[in-house]
């Protein structure tokens, strides 16, 4: 029985580890730790590195962004500020107009009045609409090449007073032209005589081919000069202006501008004596 017992123990020592066993182990388990300690630390380092890299190219972007926002911004300032120069250019214009011919100054002023009130009721967009009202300020400038004694003479014109009367939208063109305006301003001036049917001056332009600007100018053109006094006649009264472009509707005048303006006058919604105040 001790003969066994003893026996058992010894072949349980053969089979137990060494201690140069285990301390292979050891060696062995401590250099896998090293080496994935390493392998962590070389990816830490290099997320690190990617992190900052990130980081850097955020910043970098954050300086374009704002470089570019700051370039925007400038080049806005830049675009109201020239906006700004041509409105005054245009206003330069019909003071010009006003200090020699008031006349046609307020003449001009109520027919923008009416052309914007129009044009906004048409639904144009909010640039056209001021291009509308820059050439309808100054439509008739070129009747500023025209003799006082026309312009106020209290009775009809002689033929060759109103041939040169029809010579203003080619001399308004004539000024307008070469001013960068971003709106069909010169245009307006140009062809704010022309009718529907090619039977307008001074180049005889049909339907479309006049300028939608011009078109809405046209009507409250007329509407305004009918319904005010000139110095050879009074004032033939609104209903009758109004009448006038509605005989023209679709033959002189554009159909869809005559029926704005006669909508917005019979609704109440616009007056040019209120206009006039
Ligand atoms: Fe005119």
């Not at 020592?13 to 080496?35: F, G, H, K, S």
């Not at 910043?59 to 700004?84: K, T, W, Y």
């Not at 002689?158 to 041939?163: G, L």
């Amino acid at each position: 029985m001790v003969e066994n017992e003893r026996r058992t123990g010894e072949e349980r020592r053969e089979d137990a580890p060494t201690r140069e066993m285990l301390e292979r182990l050891v060696e062995e388990r401590t250099e896998q730790l090293r080496v994935s300690e390493e392998k962590l630390l070389q990816r830490t380092e290099s997320a690190e590195k990617a992190r900052q890299a990130m980081l850097y190219m955020l910043e970098d972007m954050n300086e374009s962004g704002a470089a570019v926002e700051r370039a925007l911004h400038a080049n806005e300032q830049q675009l109201e500020q020239m906006l700004q120069n041509l409105k005054d250019t245009g206003s330069a214009i019909a003071l010009a107009v006003e200090a020699r011919d008031p006349y046609t100054a307020g003449h001009q002023r109520r027919v923008a009045n009416l052309a914007v009130v129009i044009a906004q009721e048409m639904g144009l967009e909010e640039e056209q609409i001021e291009g509308v009202r820059m050439g309808a300020t100054i439509h008739d400038i070129g009747k500023i090449n025209l003799p006082a004694e026309i312009l106020c003479k209290p009775s009809m014109l002689s033929d060759m007073e109103y041939m040169l009367v029809k010579g203003h939208p080619q001399v308004g063109y004539d000024i307008l032209k070469n001013i960068a305006f971003p709106w069909p301003v010169a245009d307006i001036a140009y062809q704010h005589h022309e009718r529907l049917d090619g039977s307008g001056y001074p180049q005889g332009l049909k339907g479309e081919a006049i300028c939608l600007e011009a078109r809405i100018v046209a009507v409250a053109d007329v509407v305004e000069a009918m319904s005010s006094h000139r110095p050879y006649r009074p004032g033939l009264g609104v209903e009758a202006a109004l009448q006038e472009v509605e005989q023209g509707r679709g033959t002189l005048f554009d159909p869809v501008v005559v029926d704005t303006c006669l909508r917005i006058f019979r609704e109440g919604r616009f007056s040019l004596e209120d206009e006039e105040k």
